[in-house]
């Protein structure tokens, strides 16, 4: 597999200049291929140079270079030489190119509901020659030409505005220059709403079975669109700069959105079919305004290289939540970021894969792909929080309205970023970033206190940088104390010494609970004492902000992965103060938590049928506390049909009886129920394969696969996992349904010959499923669930191994350190 090193785009940046694109696809040629035939023209520094065109065919017709047929008996399947340069070049290549369905290049999927196909291109990371020939990296931008043939009842969409120019016939209006990664045509049957905001064409789509849901939920959609919009015009100094602005709800997609300037695509499970969460909502506002954050930061003005990808999705991510807590209705956006993001990023710090934030070598693309994880976006956005904690938010404003205006249509780096902030702010932040950016890790951040007859005589914070990774970080935060439902006070500070006093606590009344970080501003890890850790079963539910609850639960939540407290001590907080719980973010990510981890991990298996059912009591007295249909109701209700062992209860709702009020017709909770089942062994494939026929959807196939894969008995088993790792052209999204499933139903014995399979059976899908897609499908299917010393060695072994591909290589080692946080925590607390 050809993958494009730093050097080599080095060399080939500093020789062309790509001047246009003129693309014509075919996508009339049935459901395998289609037909691509791509112009490129570029100049050349050096006459008489050579270098080398991306493209990945499945069939290559033709190529031509200044109109001389090139002789393709040297192809190697991904790179056309190209030799005897002029100053102006023009190479055409025409190819027959092959449909993907692992959500990389141009995917295309059947909607199970009514049969109808549908194509999306997702050119992300280096993809973009399975759709066109081109000179595939980030600092070579141009504009873009396209012309598109598609069965006649399609609709086309793409970077540029669309025209339907005949039958069948479509054509792009010319783009600004755009980096190849952000290529996109989004082509089906799909149905949309339009709209107009500030002279900005705005159109919703998605694909025709999702009309109903598509149609009632798109004025929530253009509201947040056109909020954000207002506020980054007035933020940015520069205005949207591509044209029309489209988000395509797409089948089968990899990641929660791809920001293609003018085309966004985002994954349709965003268009929920059935009853919705406030969190739900928030999290996909949040999706939106990141999307529309990189419209500036990212498409207008792009990292040169992929080891500055942070750059682009720490801005977005932190510029998403700013956005939604500023200009929309969802202002608790970063107690949702405590409790969504910043968890996903601590776990990431604490494995051995973590990096920096910036600067993490990326010697060629694939290995880039593996930095899209907690450290760039969560800790990112913090450090950015903390850069504005630094310099003041005016001058952050300042500067990236600077970096925005100079490096406009081109390229930047980390020090053009710097650059800007400096000369805004007037400090130097060389050592800030290197204290922030390039060094990894945590600090530990705790608070001691003495005190005297109830009144606090000294407090001071220290802070312990992490072992063997030297970072000298100054931090900006707060320190609050609770006592009885009251905050008894809180103090701002900034810390840059391992040991800081905080004078003004003096003579104030000692707390129940000390929380460092109350406010949520920092990156560390918080470490609360033991007095407050002993009163959180009793007070957490009593601390009147949110913002403090979500930190409280997340340090506990990591001390727990630590092995400093017991996982049942965690299960008593939840007994006592999750069915009272005011933020649906809380309730919400503590039960995926516990559901997900906590449980399966760390608590023996001896215990998990009982804490199961601490979860299921306490969602169920949270539903009959909530008020009928509302969204704090509706958690609740999918948390019983997750937890519950009532199976009387779980077959009532699983065939839609005596449902929770405004859940009727909502398909995606009948399968919680029936998924529980499945995997208790209560229901078998007949039962799945009825349901599925009441609900012949793609996300009803989904569930139905899930649940025949999570049946305990060793029939199922093996069925599952053939249809996971053998040859059956399983999609993406499939295989992930697979994987989910698999490990969640059948005890041990059932399961451990799968500990080992996993381990030979899943580096072989590398070639067969793109890096993207597998690297989720590795960490689905590890066996995280088999929490023994066995498991462990085992992966301990492959890991040894030097043949497998980044993206297994990633997912094996995080899910590994995962399992060994589990295996301590049982050593110590059984
Ligand atoms: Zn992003």
């Not at 759709?131 to 009842?153: G, M, N, R």
């Not at 970077?159 to 479509?170: D, F, K, L, M, Q």
């Not at 005890?747 to 799968?754: A, H, N």
Request: with cysteine; aromatic share 8%.
């Amino acid at each position: 597999m050809a993958n494009l090193t730093r050097v080599e785009a080095g060399a080939r940046s500093a020789l062309l200049v790509v001047t246009g694109y003129r693309l014509e696809l075919d996508l009339t040629q049935g459901a395998q291929t289609f037909e691509s035939s791509s112009t490129v023209r570029f100049r050349c520094a050096e006459p008489g140079a050579s270098t080398f065109l991306d493209v990945k065919p499945q069939r290559l017709h033709r190529v031509t270079l200044n109109g001389a047929e090139i002789d393709l008996g040297g192809f190697d399947g991904e790179r056309i030489t190209l030799t005897g340069l002029t100053e102006e070049n023009e190479v055409v290549v025409t190819a027959t190119m092959g449909y993907s369905n692992d959500g990389q290049g141009l995917h295309r999927a059947v909607d199970p509901a009514d049969d109808r196909h549908y194509v999306y291109g997702h050119s992300f990371l280096d993809a973009a020659p399975r759709v066109f020939a081109c000179f595939d990296q980030p600092d070579l931008k141009a504009p873009y030409d396209v012309l598109v043939t598609a069965p006649s009842e399609w609709i086309v969409l793409g970077n540029g505005a669309a025209t339907r120019t005949g039958e069948g016939s479509w054509a792009l209006a010319t783009t600004k220059p755009l980096a190849t990664y952000f290529f996109t045509v989004c082509a089906g049957p799909y149905v949309s709403v339009t709209a107009e905001h500030d002279g900005i064409p705005l159109g919703i789509h998605a694909r025709a079975s999702l009309r109903e849901p598509l149609e009632r939920q798109a004025e929530q959609m253009l509201t947040i669109t056109r909020q954000s919009f207002d506020y980054y015009h007035s933020l940015f100094g520069v205005r949207y700069p591509f044209g029309e602005y489209h988000q395509v709800f797409v089948p089968e997609f990899n990641a929660g959105a791809m920001e293609n300037p003018g085309c966004v695509t985002l994954r349709d499970q965003y268009v929920f079919r059935g009853a919705t969460t406030h969190d739900e909502v928030l999290t996909r506002s949040g999706t939106i305004a990141h999307e529309m954050a990189h419209m500036w930061f990212g498409d207008l003005v792009t990292m040169r290289w992929w080891d500055d990808l942070w750059l682009n999705e720490s801005f977005a991510e932190y510029m998403a939540h700013r956005t939604l807590e500023e200009t929309t209705e969802f202002t608790d956006a970063w107690v949702d970021f405590s409790m969504a993001r910043k968890p996903w990023g601590y776990a990431a710090e604490r494995t051995p894969s973590t990096h920096p934030v910036a600067g993490s070598p990326a010697p060629d693309a694939q290995s880039a792909l593996q930095n899209f994880d907690g450290i760039s976006y969560a800790k990112g956005a913090s450090a950015v929080r903390q850069l504005i904690a630094h310099i003041g938010d005016a001058a952050f404003v300042a500067g990236v309205r600077d970096y925005l205006r100079d490096h406009a249509y081109g390229n930047a780096a980390l020090e053009d970023f710097l650059g800007a902030m400096q000369r805004a702010s007037g400090k130097d932040l060389q050592s800030w970033a290197d204290a922030w950016l390039r060094t990894t890790g945590l600090d530990a951040i705790s608070v001691e206190m003495a005190t005297d007859q109830g009144a606090i005589t000294s407090a001071t914070v220290h802070r312990v940088p992490p072992a063997g990774q030297p970072a000298d970080r100054p931090h900006s935060f707060d320190v609050a104390g609770f006592s009885g439902g009251a905050e008894v006070f809180r103090v701002v500070t900034t810390v840059d010494s391992d040991e800081t006093a905080l004078p003004e606590l003096a003579g104030k009344p000692a707390a129940d609970m000390v929380v460092p970080n109350a406010a949520d501003l920092t990156w560390a890890n918080i470490k609360l004492d033991p007095a407050t850790i002993a009163a959180t079963p009793a007070e957490l539910r009593a601390v009147p902000q949110a913002q403090a609850r979500a930190v409280v639960w997340t340090a506990l939540i990591d001390a727990v992965a630590l092995a400093e407290i017991d996982p049942r001590h965690l299960l008593a907080v939840l007994a006592t103060s999750w069915a009272g719980e005011s933020s649906q973010s809380i309730v919400n990510q503590v039960g995926l938590r516990m559901t997900g981890r906590i449980i399966p991990q760390f608590i023996p298996v001896s215990e998990q049928r009982s804490a199961d059912a601490v979860v299921a009591t306490a969602a169920a007295a949270m539903l009959a506390e909530s008020g009928a249909g509302s969204s704090r109701a509706l958690v609740a209700a999918r948390y019983v049909a997750k937890a519950s062992a009532d199976e009387d209860l779980l077959r009532r709702w699983a065939s839609g009886q005596q449902l929770p009020e405004g859940l009727g017709g909502d398909w995606d909770f009948r399968w919680l129920a029936l998924g529980n089942l499945a995997r208790r062994g209560a229901i078998g494939s007949a039962e799945i394969a009825a349901a599925l026929e009441l609900d012949h959807t793609m996300q009803g196939t989904l569930k139905a696969l899930e649940c025949k894969a999570s049946a305990p008995d060793a029939s199922s088993k093996a069925w599952a996992w053939e249809e996971l790792t053998g040859q059956h052209g399983r999609s993406n999204y499939e295989l992930n349904a697979l994987a989910e499933g698999f490990w969640r139903g059948g005890d041990r014995d059932v399961l451990r010959p799968y500990v080992a399979r996993y381990f030979t059976d899943v580096p072989a899908l590398s070639g067969r499923v793109g890096e993207d897609a597998l690297a989720r499908v590795a960490q689905l299917a590890y066996p995280s669930r088999v929490v023994e010393v066995s498991t462990a060695d085992q992966s301990a072994t492959a890991l040894r191994r030097n043949d497998l591909t980044a993206s297994v290589r990633r997912a094996m080692v995080d899910a590994d350190s995962q399992l060994r946080e589990a295996l301590a925590s049982r050593a110590r607390f059984g």
